[in-house]
């Protein structure tokens, strides 16, 4: 099982991205794909979250509005888009693979969250 993060870079406050997480040794079905950010010095943070079983989204309350997820069957990757970005939104962010997901305390929670990618820089320049 391998996750790859990607579609990170530098963007104006106000501005989007789209990253994307490429996954290979398994299949999307009946998994729960979720995007986590950390910034330096901070905890990790669950932002967002899709379960393929049934489209689930899960968002964090500070992204929700802002950032969406999706998945493409055909290219086995599962998507963010991230609109509106501020500073705060600043991190590397990582994608991870796990069985179910959740909103706990106003953030993304996965469960069995076994598998990790390598992160993707984002930079918000204010």
């Known amino acids: 099982v391998q996750l790859q993060a990607s579609g990170g870079g530098l963007v104006q406050t106000g501005g989007s991205l789209r990253l994307s997480c490429a996954v290979s040794?398994?299949?999307?079905?009946?998994?729960?794909i979720a995007w986590f950010r950390q910034a330096p010095g901070k905890e990790r943070q669950g932002v967002s979250c899709?379960?393929?079983?049934?489209?689930?989204?899960y968002y964090a309350d500070s992204v929700k509005g802002r950032l969406t997820i999706s998945r493409d069957n055909a290219k086995n990757t599962v998507n963010l888009q991230m609109n509106s970005l501020q500073p705060e939104d600043a991190a590397v962010y990582f994608c991870?693979?796990?069985?179910?997901?959740?909103?706990?305390?106003?953030?993304?929670?996965?469960?069995?969250?076994?598998?990790w990618g390598q992160g993707t820089q984002v930079t918000v320049s204010s």
């Open positions: 040794g398994f299949s999307l079905h009946y998994y729960a």
């Open positions: 899709l379960t393929t079983a049934d489209g689930s989204r």
């Open positions: 991870a693979v796990g069985s179910n997901c959740a909103v706990v305390h106003g953030y993304v929670h996965l469960y069995d969250s076994d598998h």
